[in-house]
């Protein structure tokens, strides 16, 4: 069982910048792939980034540019460094992993219990 803890969501001003944790442990694959997802009050959860186990990254078009997916293999943490925050940005920020014992064979998903986002002036 992988267990998943994310930290660094809290209260920001528009403009602003936050960096989020998620740090990973129990997993039983070298494979997996992390991945960051919100969802915003009235609003289905959605995937903003993600990342492999090789480190090859994937932003959504509605981040880019402001938003940096990156991981510590060595810590198994992931990581999202979010810069020039916007209200739409609002949203519980979760961390999701996913195990492979084969490129294509999922052999388990996890999620965490989410860090909130708040951008507010």
């Known amino acids: 069982q992988v267990h998943l803890v994310e930290s660094g969501g809290g209260l920001v001003q528009p403009g602003g910048s936050l960096r989020l944790s998620c740090a990973a442990s129990?997993?039983?694959?070298?494979?997996?792939?992390m991945s960051w997802h919100r969802q915003a009050p009235g609003q289905m959860r959605k995937m903003v980034a993600g990342i492999t186990s090789a480190g090859s990254p994937m932003v959504d078009p509605s981040v880019k540019g402001r938003f940096t997916i990156s991981r510590d293999n060595a810590k198994d943490t992931m990581y999202l460094q979010m810069n020039n925050l916007n209200r739409e940005d609002t949203a519980v920020y979760y961390c999701?992993?996913?195990?492979?014992?084969?490129?294509?064979?999922?052999?388990?998903?996890?999620w965490g219990n989410g860090t909130p986002v708040t951008v507010s002036s």
């Open positions: 129990g997993s039983r694959f070298s494979r997996n792939f």
């Open positions: 999701n992993y996913m195990e492979y014992s084969d490129a294509d064979h999922v052999e388990g998903e996890y």
